[in-house]
């Protein structure tokens, strides 16, 4: 499933997630609504990187949702002028390393819900000055 909001600020940058858990993309969903940003969710890594454009965006992955295969491919993202932050659980302390080894920012998934509306605002501020 793919969910658009709205964008309500003008020339705010673009975020997409790649979440496929109800609850965890409901809780980025509110965020992501109470910070007046553009938000697109898709239920894997591969739908979302069918939509993205070349305008750099920030992405947001759930990584314990993530294949094997697709960790390469986070690199490309890098690559092509991104903003990757990926979430997991604290125990999956392998899957970070590996994921850290290609550049992205990896975060406990409580660090990063706490740390969401920051996250937002900053990508929009960002943005502003363009």
Excluded at 13 to 19: D, E, L, N
Aim: hydrophobic share 50%.
């Amino acid at each position: 499933m793919n969910m658009l909001l709205p964008n309500k600020t003008a020339g705010a940058p673009h975020v997409m997630a790649a979440v496929n858990d109800l609850f965890l993309r409901s809780k980025i969903t509110a965020v992501a609504q109470a910070a007046k940003v553009d938000l697109n969710v898709f239920g894997d890594f591969n739908r979302l990187r069918a939509q993205l454009s070349d305008t750099p965006a920030l992405v947001l992955i759930n990584l314990g949702e993530l294949s094997p295969q697709d960790v390469p491919l986070l690199a490309e993202l890098l690559q092509a002028g991104h903003r990757v932050i990926g979430f997991l659980s604290h125990v999956e302390v392998d899957l970070a390393r590996v994921v850290r080894a290609t550049g992205c920012e990896v975060m406990p998934r409580s660090q990063f819900f706490e740390r969401l509306p920051e996250i937002l605002l900053e990508h929009a501020n960002a943005g502003a000055g363009h």
